[in-house]
């Protein structure tokens, strides 16, 4: 069975960095994107960045030049570095990967807190 657990949220002073790491247990076959997304009390789930199975990336307007994602070669760790946080960044950030085979809408992660003070 397939879990995602991230780790590395807390809490950061504005313009602080943090790196998110996402590991996958169980191996995920014919992977199609790897990415995170993050999401405040009442409002829709965002995306924040993906990584296509060929490598393209792709992020949010609000983190662009500010957060890197990337994985190991693997593809059973994803990472996310985020620098200049903002208050605003501020949210629960969840790891998502989506497979061929896998559920509609992909493997979720149980999220982690990110929390950055002004």
């Known amino acids: 069975q397939v879990q995602l657990v991230e780790s590395g949220g807390g809490l950061v002073q504005a313009g602080g960095s943090l790196r998110l790491s996402c590991a996958a247990s169980?191996?995920?076959?014919?992977?199609?994107?790897m990415g995170w997304y993050r999401q405040v009390p009442g409002k829709q789930r965002d995306m924040v960045a993906v990584?296509?199975?060929?490598?393209?990336?792709n992020y949010g307007d609000s983190v662009k030049g500010r957060f890197t994602i990337s994985r190991d070669n693997a593809k059973t760790t994803l990472y996310l570095q985020m620098n200049s946080l903002k208050p605003e960044d501020t949210a629960v950030y969840y790891c998502n990967v989506v497979a061929i085979a896998g559920p509609r809408g992909g493997y979720w992660g149980q999220g982690t807190q990110v929390t950055v003070s002004s």
């Open positions: 169980g191996r995920i076959f014919n992977i199609i994107t």
């Open positions: 990584i296509t199975n060929g490598g393209t990336t």
